[in-house]
């Protein structure tokens, strides 16, 4: 469209959008419209308008004012009983697009909500997926380191009562053995601390097999 004195844009593109209010186009609009393009009292530019306007579904008010306009006082017809019949058109506002960041924390939300769903759709047949590990707290080294002091020092004591009661008072005998009882008792020591590590590992590695099939279900 060209632009005329007055800022009213001529025929060629029709009328472009965000023109303010828009009616639609009746059949004694259309009329009317198809008049003025072949009226030649009229503007170069009102007759190109008109012609435009007059195939389109709707009309800018502002437009169908200009070539109203156009026309002398005692030709026009009344603007109100032109416009009889026609509604007003409205135009759907474009949808706001969302921002980059906002879509990745909506896709984290939806996400979690579905992790949610799933640890509450199988929290009674899947199992814990925490395995305490050996040792974890103060309370469990403390007690642990107790409980091999205990047991070496009566090591040593049954050692050292055993050889003196064997090779009599002999006080290196003696020591002798509750050095090999001692040695005996870290080494029974040791020997519980592999099994219950060992019983430990079993437990984690069956949870997480449990838990991969869990999830290799969940995909499929």
């Not at 395995?131 to 103060?138: D, G, H, Q, T, W």
Request: glycine share 8%; charged share 25%.
């Amino acid at each position: 469209m060209s632009v005329d004195d007055e800022g009213f844009e001529s025929a060629g593109d029709g009328p472009r959008p965000n023109v303010g209010l828009t009616i639609s186009n009746t059949d004694a609009i259309r009329k009317f419209l198809t008049s003025a393009s072949s009226d030649p009292n009229l503007s170069d530019v009102i007759r190109e308008l008109s012609s435009s306007l007059a195939g389109e579904s709707s009309v800018p008010y502002v437009y169908l004012r200009r070539v109203w306009l156009g026309y002398e006082r005692g030709c026009r017809p009344s603007l109100p009983v032109l416009m009889s019949g026609s509604s007003f058109v409205f135009s759907s506002p474009k949808p706001r697009e969302k921002s980059k960041e906002l879509k990745n924390r909506l896709k984290k939300l939806e996400e979690d909500a579905e992790r949610k769903a799933y640890q509450e759709l199988v929290r009674d047949i899947a199992p814990k997926e925490s395995v305490e590990e050996p040792f974890s707290s103060y309370k469990d080294q403390l007690g642990f380191g107790l409980h091999v002091v205990v047991t070496m020092f009566t090591g040593y004591l049954v050692g050292f009562a055993a050889f003196r009661a064997l090779f009599g008072r002999s006080a290196a005998m003696s020591a002798a053995g509750g050095i090999l009882g001692l040695v005996c008792a870290m080494l029974l020591e040791t020997l519980l601390f592999i099994l219950r590590s060992s019983s430990l590992d079993r437990k984690l590695s069956r949870t997480q097999t449990t838990s991969s099939s869990l999830k290799m279900k969940k995909n499929q």
